[in-house]
C-alpha cells in the first residue's frame, strides 16, 4: 500500500483537525453544507452579514460550528477578516463560496447596477477571499476551494441575467485556477445545484405556478432536491476521497441539466 492509500472510511471521507469557512453559512444550501462538514468532523466557520442568523444557525449546529459577520461586498475587509479567522481557528483547509444574491427581473428592464450587486458578491468577492485563503494554502502544504455555482450555468433561464452571468463566471473561475493551483496541492472545484427546495426557491416560483410546473416536468427524478444533497456532494469534495479530483464542476440537480 503506497504512503497516500486510504485504509479507512474515516480516513478518506472524515475531515477531522480541518478548518472550513462557509460564505453564506446561515440558512439555505450554505447552514446545510455547515452541518454536513461539520458531520465529518471539520471546524466549521459560517460567515455572513446578518449576526442573529448566524448565531441562531451556529446553536443549532453545535459546538464546532462559529460565526462571524462578513460583507463580501467590502472587499478591503477581507485581508483583515481572513487573518483574524486563520489567528482564531488555524488556516482555512476548506474554503466553502456559497454567498450569492439575485436579481429577479427582464433583461430590457435590468441596468449596470444590476450586474454589479450581483457580480460584486458572486464573484469579485468571492475570489478576492479565495486568493487570501489560496496564499495561506499553499504555504500551509494545500487545500480545497469550493464554488456553489448552478444550472444556470448549463442552461438558459429567463429574467436572471445577472446571476446567470455570475455563475457562468464562476465556470471559469474554476478552472483558471486549477490550471494555476493543481500543482501547489489546492484543489479547486465546483457544486452547481440544481432545483432545490429551500426559502429562495419557494420565493422564486410563488405564485408562477406555470414556472413551478415546467420545472417539476424537467427533473428526470421527478423531485426537487434537499439542502442536504448539495452539503454531502460538499463534504465529498473537500474530503481525502477526492484527492485527485480537481478542475471539476458536480451537478447535483437529479438529471435537470439533461432533462427532457
Known amino acids: 500500500m503506497s504512503d497516500t492509500s486510504l485504509a479507512t472510511l474515516s480516513e478518506a471521507y472524515g475531515l ?12 439555505g444550501i450554505g447552514k446545510a453544507i455547515a452541518r454536513a462538514l461539520t458531520a465529518c ?11 442573529s442568523v448566524l448565531d441562531e444557525t451556529a446553536g443549532e449546529i453545535g459546538d464546532q460550528c462559529h460565526p462571524q459577520t ?10 483583515e477578516f481572513e487573518s483574524n479567522v486563520a489567528q482564531r481557528y488555524g488556516a482555512i483547509d476548506i474554503l466553502v463560496n456559497n454567498a450569492g444574491n439575485s436579481i429577479k427581473k427582464p433583461f430590457e428592464e435590468s441596468n449596470p447596477g444590476d450586474l454589479n450587486d450581483v457580480l460584486d ?15 495561506r494554502q499553499v504555504a500551509t502544504g494545500g487545500g480545497s476551494i469550493l464554488f456553489i455555482s448552478s444550472m444556470t450555468a448549463f442552461i438558459g433561464q429567463p429574467n436572471v441575467m445577472s446571476y446567470s452571468v455570475a455563475k457562468a463566471a464562476l465556470s471559469g473561475a474554476v478552472r483558471g485556477l486549477t490550471a494555476e493551483f493543481a500543482g501547489r496541492n489546492v484543489r479547486i472545484n465546483g457544486v452547481a445545484p440544481g432545483w432545490i427546495d429551500t426559502d429562495l426557491y419557494r420565493q422564486a416560483v410563488r405564485g408562477d405556478s406555470s ?27 473537500s474530503s481525502k476521497a477526492a484527492k485527485y479530483i480537481t478542475g471539476q464542476i458536480l451537478l447535483v440537480d437529479g438529471g435537470g441539466a439533461i432533462g427532457f
Not at 464573484?123 to 478576492?128: C, I, M, P, S
Open 16 to 27: 477531522s483537525g480541518q478548518v472550513a469557512l462557509v460564505t453564506g453559512g446561515g440558512s
Open 41 to 51: 468532523g471539520a471546524i466549521v466557520i459560517i460567515a455572513g452579514r446578518r449576526q
Open 70 to 79: 462578513l460583507d463580501l461586498c467590502d472587499t478591503d475587509s477581507l485581508a
Open 121 to 135: 458578491v458572486h464573484v469579485r468577492g468571492a475570489l478576492e477571499l479565495s486568493r487570501l485563503v489560496i496564499r
Open 211 to 237: 414556472r413551478e410546473e415546467k420545472i417539476l416536468n424537467r427533473i428526470p427524478m421527478g423531485h426537487l432536491g434537499q439542502p442536504e444533497d448539495i452539503g454531502w456532494a460538499c463534504a465529498y469534495l
